[in-house]
């Protein structure tokens, strides 16, 4: 169980912890290395003669090819997580992935063949993604989990903006210094550079005869089973998926939020770097005091901050704060509305982030700690299979429903289902959740 942290706990902590320090620098890495790769693959695909069907749709035959894998093989890939060293598993998906990239430019300049590189280097990232769970409640104590989850969260979304933004230009200068194969070294080094920094990561499993042999299918019986009779698990599942809902639609509706408070619909980044930064620096906020709110119902409050976003933004354009500044005597001239529009916006997107990390950090801890180490695997695959939906499924629906049904409306909607689940979730775990976290 866990319990809060003793005195000088926190990041400070983690930092003196080498084999945490080693496993947080892998990921930096290697998540910068996953985000370059995508925007590689995009710059790659010019370059690349499709086949008559596909003429139109390479970008989208491209980033399908790379996100198959991650919804169909998530499960499979947690069962060898749990058979195998970890260790083995990180370092080596992370070289594999690396020497895959580096294996481009010399293969014939066939899209079929990207494709293929871009779904083999998905597979691979399925190992890495529960293997690497599994690994920080191998090298974190109890007591720092929920600060080591928090870094993790935060040196995602930190590496999701970064990565997507200093992609192009890196692989620019790669390119310039580096010659027509530049921008391969760059992404694969990346990888391999990773996989040699996990290699290192001082891990003790010890591993039985009897998880040595192989029975996928029973494997996955038995992860499912196990799932299904712990409940406080599959609640924390479906709080995560809930999450990862909200953000995918908003990727989607961002470009008509960025409309409503008065942005061009091309900058509506700046609404999602706007989440980014209130997730981080809730996640930030959670690693270093979080343990002293283990009694507050943090994803509870989480869920309504998020309800309550969602709900606000229907209202964030010219005519809702034209009434709100006149209620407080204020003639708006169009300078000054469309400043208190975009403030506005942009601080609910901060605050989205904030409810996010609430929800997102305390669930992840509590997935790793409830879960038995020989179960983590497979319980980290199964949880990487359904977020890869929740992530896929909003993107595909989001948009149809807001220009059939009106953004408003899908805002609303939202607000409410996810106020209701967080509710719902919170009634059905918190005598647990007041115990551990």
Known sequence: MLTPSPSGSGFRTLLHNRAFLILWGGQIISQLADKIFLVLLI?????????????????SAVMVANTLPAVFLGSAAGIFVDRYPKRIILSSSNVLRGLLVLSIPVFPKLFLILLLIAFLESILTQFFAPAEQSAIPLVVPEHNLLTANALFITTMMGSLVVGFAIGEPLLSWSAAWGGNYGREVLVGGLYILAGVILGLLPLKEELGPDRVELHPWQDLQEGFRYLRRNRLLSNAMVQLTVLYCVFAALTVLAVGLAGEIGLKPTQFGFLLAAAGIGLIGGAGFLGQWGNRLHHRPLPLIGFLLMATVLLLFSFVNSFWVSLLLGAVGQTPDPATLYQWQLGLGLLLSVILGVGSSLVGVPMQTLIQVETPPLMRGKVFGFQNNIVNIALSVPLAIAG????????????????????LAGVWAWQSTRRVLEDIL
């Open 400 to 419: 149809i429903l807001a220009d059939k049904l009106g953004l408003r409306f899908v805002l609303v909607s939202m607000g409410l289902i996810v106020a």
């Open 43 to 59: 710059t790659l695909v010019v370059n690349y003669n499709p086949p008559p069907f596909l003429g139109n749709s390479m970008n």
